[in-house]
Nanobody
Framework: QVQLVESGGGLVQPGGSLRLSCASS????????MGWYRQAPGKQRELVAS???????NYADSVKGRFTISRDNARNTVYLQMNSLKPEDTAIYYC????????????WGQGTQVTVSS
């Protein structure tokens, strides 16, 4: 069982920055993929960024060049650095861990609210 806790959300002005953290209850070294997703009101949850255990990353087109996903294995934590924030980035941001051991297991955090507004 993997428990994930997100933090770092809040209210920020357009053009500002935030760093989200996702702390895992277990080591993230053996987790195949760590990802950040978001869900805006009335919209489906979408992938924002992901990082595989080997270090490869994937970003949604809408955040490329502005957001960066990273991990600190010693702290069992994954980060999402968000720069040049726009009002359309407003959403609840969720962390997800994907573990493949014969079957695929997915674990979600509770989410953290990010609001970009002047």
């Amino acid at each position: 069982q993997v428990q994930l806790v997100e933090s770092g959300g809040g209210l920020v002005q357009p053009g500002g920055s935030l760093r989200l953290s996702c702390a895992s209850s277990t080591s993230i070294v053996g987790i195949n993929v760590m990802g950040w997703y978001r869900q805006a009101p009335g919209k489906q949850r979408e992938l924002v960024a992901s990082m595989a255990s080997g270090g490869s990353t994937n970003y949604a087109d809408s955040v490329k060049g502005r957001f960066t996903i990273s991990r600190d294995n010693a702290r069992n934590t994954v980060y999402l650095q968000m720069n040049s924030l726009k009002p359309e980035d407003t959403a609840i941001y969720y962390c997800k861990a994907t573990l493949r051991i014969v079957a695929v297991y997915e674990y979600w955090g509770q989410g953290t609210q990010v609001t970009v507004s002047s």
